[in-house]
């Protein structure tokens, strides 16, 4: 007999063991892989859990066990190194499993639905749209223009309709009398470019420098300099460097506040498709910039503390900017510090991981005087 234990979302601190589900034979149970969803009872609902293992017995009293619902994936959607990262934050923080497991995913996703196929949201005619003649609905110059925009290029992203001057308003109307239909956009993969960077001062070139020395695997660094040092353009080019190899980087901030300036400065930099993640995005965004980043098409990720388990195609270096900020401390539910997540994924990844602040966190100067984290200045 297969036994298949589950994380599920409770407050209990334990994994729960199902049978498969009915129909599944023992080459299908076989192929199942830690981290897939799957649909399953629990008390007086269903809910969403994550696997955990696929185990010959369980230690439940004979005839206990609930068979298991829908499998909701046929691939895992996370890696190897966040489930352990899930794995190891349930036990470092004594936290149940199943909400760990849960903070890894978006609120589509845990809620139990499937994917969705993963592009930039667009416009298209519809059916009814395509059968209206040129130049209607006459009475409105602004929708009928949209309509022709729409039929002499077939499906555009909001971001290009508004760049042509059409407002969301004018799409909502069009929508609302289902003359266009929203659709996915796929997303071409393209190489990232970069920038000339600025003149490094003989101390940035130092901090620089050493970093790059110290190689593409698990290494973790602070890099202390007061405010208006140029903490920034080490990032920069260090970041630079991470994209030439062909791997993207996860750049944490402390505030939502802090999202546009970062983002600016990143995209006046790089010619990369770079991402935010953050509480104030609306689910669908937080879902698109997720499966953007997990697939690979994301070469930067911005987030704030939750973003420490956004997934990575290929994660190549992490930067946690003003790691002393008690922002990185989530204070309710799932309490943990997101600049030890990082570094802790820094090393089941194998990647590089900065810590930068003018005013360093005591553990941290202690890591760096002790020997375990490298201290540039």
Known sequence: MSILRLAIPSP????????????????????????????????TREVTGYLIGVFPQSGAPEGSLKRAGALLDDAPLI?????????????????????????????????????????????????????LPAGAPARSPKQAGALALLRSRG?????????EGISTAVMRALRDKS???????????????????????????????????????????????????????????????CLQRGRQALVLIPEIGLTPQTLGRFQARFDCHVVVLHSGLTDAQRYRA???????????????????????????????????????????????NARDIAVKRGQLANCPVLLGSATPSLESLHNALAGRYRHHR
């Open 12 to 43: 209990l601190r334990r994994p729960f063991d199902y049978l498969p589900p009915a129909g599944m034979d023992a080459s299908a149970v076989n192929a199942l892989r830690p981290g897939q969803r799957m649909r399953v009872p629990f008390g």
């Open 79 to 131: 890696d190897a190194t966040l489930f352990d990262l899930a794995r190891w934050a349930a036990d470092y923080y004594h936290h149940p499993c199943g909400e760990v497991f849960q903070a890894l995913f978006p609120k589509r996703l845990r809620d139990g639905k499937a994917r969705e196929p993963y592009g930039q949201r667009g416009w298209r005619l519809s059916a009814r749209g395509k059968g």
């Open 155 to 163: 499906a555009m992203t909001t971001d290009a309709l508004v760049a």
């Open 179 to 241: 003359l266009i239909e929203a659709c996915s956009i796929e997303v071409a993969a393209s190489a990232a470019h970069c920038h000339t960077g600025l003149a490094l001062n003989p101390e940035q070139a130092t901090a620089l420098k050493a970093l790059q020395a110290a190689g593409s695997g698990f290494s973790c660094h602070l890099l202390e300099g007061v405010t208006g040092s140029g903490k920034t353009e080490v990032y920069l080019q260090l970041i630079a460097d």
């Open 290 to 336: 997720w499966e953007a980043a997990r697939d690979g098409s994301a070469h930067i990720v911005i987030g704030t503390r939750s973003a420490v388990f956004t997934p990575l195609a290929d994660t190549g270096l992490i930067v946690v900017d003003e790691e002393h900020d008690a922002s990185y401390k989530q204070q309710d539910g799932f309490r943990y």
